[in-house]
């Protein structure tokens, strides 16, 4: 397959990089400011993909057959352009070439207010700045690329093989248990970077369409994911703190507490490519 990952000097673009470039896909990946892993087998675009007449001269010039669009940015005054308008530009080169589109979005467009696991078809009802963003980044792709795939997915992990921003706060935590408390009332289904890669590649092999729910079988709190990540990479699981999240303060920024995707649809398409922490980990 010939491949274009964006963002792939992101932590879940380089992985799925170094996987489809293990099975023998042809791939090409984009940085924009992050230098690209000089041992990922891709051929390296910089680009930014802000800039719609950049991404249209980028997909006509190497005329991909999927792309897998992962860039983004949750936060800072860029974060409109390098999410949404960098997914709409995205999602108009590939409609008008032709080429398969698989956008990368997460659990932030549901509000977390309920505890019930959530399927494709639940409403969007984002609470944060970045779960805005990602809601109308879905929006932009599905109304410009009718035939694309919208994978919603939650918290990426790689344990000691894969370390990604996860295992950082929990080195981090390990060396001194003060700087974090994690929380026992945020409650995400985490999904391991190697299994969600090969999960993105099989709907990118397969051309669906439409939205899909791809994370963890199993919803857990950020402190039962530490403790997990805490044991993988060899420390003491009993010293990381846990509590419940403060109370935002007014006006301030909200995160939500309860995001159970139900993957269910996904795991009865494509098989059980999704394990829990434990399974993942080897705990
Ligand atoms: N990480 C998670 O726990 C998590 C959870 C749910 C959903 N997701 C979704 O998964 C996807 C990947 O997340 P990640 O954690 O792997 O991200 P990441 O490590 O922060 O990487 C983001 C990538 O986007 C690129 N980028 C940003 N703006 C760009 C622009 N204008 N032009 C070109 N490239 C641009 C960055 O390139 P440069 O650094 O070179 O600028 C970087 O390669 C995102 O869509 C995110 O919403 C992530």
Same mark, same amino acid.
């Not at 993909?49 to 057959?65: H, Q, T």
């Not at 669009?69 to 936060?75: E, G, K, P, V």
């Not at 959530?118 to 929006?139: F, M, Q």
């Given at each position: ?41 891709? $051929?390296? &675009?910089? #680009?930014? %993909?802000? *800039?719609?007449? +950049? @991404? ?6 190497? =005329?991909?057959? !999927? ?100 295992? $950082?706060? &929990?080195? #981090?935590? %390990?060396? *001194?248990?003060? +700087? @974090? ?6 409650? =995400?289904?985490? !999904? ?92």
């Amino acid at each position: 397959m010939r491949l274009l990952v964006t963002g792939g000097s992101g932590y879940l673009g380089s992985e799925l990089v170094a996987h489809a470039a293990s099975r023998g896909d042809e791939v090409f990946a984009t940085h924009r400011v992050t230098p690209p892993d000089p041992d990922l087998d891709a $051929r390296w &675009v910089c #680009a930014d %993909l802000s *800039d719609a007449g +950049v @991404v249209d001269r980028m997909v006509a010039a190497l =005329r991909p057959e !999927v792309v897998v669009h992962t860039a983004y940015r949750a936060t800072g005054p860029r974060a409109h352009l390098d999410t949404v308008e960098a997914a709409r530009n995205v999602a108009r080169s590939t409609a008008n070439s032709g080429a398969a589109l698989v956008h990368i979005s997460s659990d932030v467009v549901f509000s977390g207010r309920e505890t019930e696991p959530l399927a494709e078809n639940h409403p969007l009802d984002p609470v944060s700045g970045y779960g805005r963003l990602k809601a109308e980044a879905e929006r932009a792709v599905l109304d410009t690329h009718r035939g694309s795939a919208v994978v919603r997915t939650s918290v990426i992990y790689g344990g000691p093989d894969h370390r990604g921003p996860q295992e $950082r706060l &929990v080195t #981090a935590a %390990l060396a *001194d248990p003060s +700087v @974090v408390s994690f929380h026992t009332d945020e409650v =995400r289904c985490p !999904v391991y970077v190697a299994d969600l890669a090969r999960a993105l590649l099989a709907v990118a092999d397969t051309g669906a369409t439409g939205i899909w729910h791809v994370a963890g079988p199993r919803a857990v709190d950020r402190l039962g994911l530490a403790r997990a990540l805490a044991r993988s990479l060899g420390g003491d699981p009993a010293v990381l703190r846990g509590g419940p999240s403060p109370e935002p303060p007014p006006g301030g920024p909200v995160r939500p507490r309860h995001l159970h995707l139900d993957s269910s649809r996904f795991v009865a398409r494509f098989g059980p490519l999704l394990r829990d922490p434990d399974q993942a980990l080897g705990g």
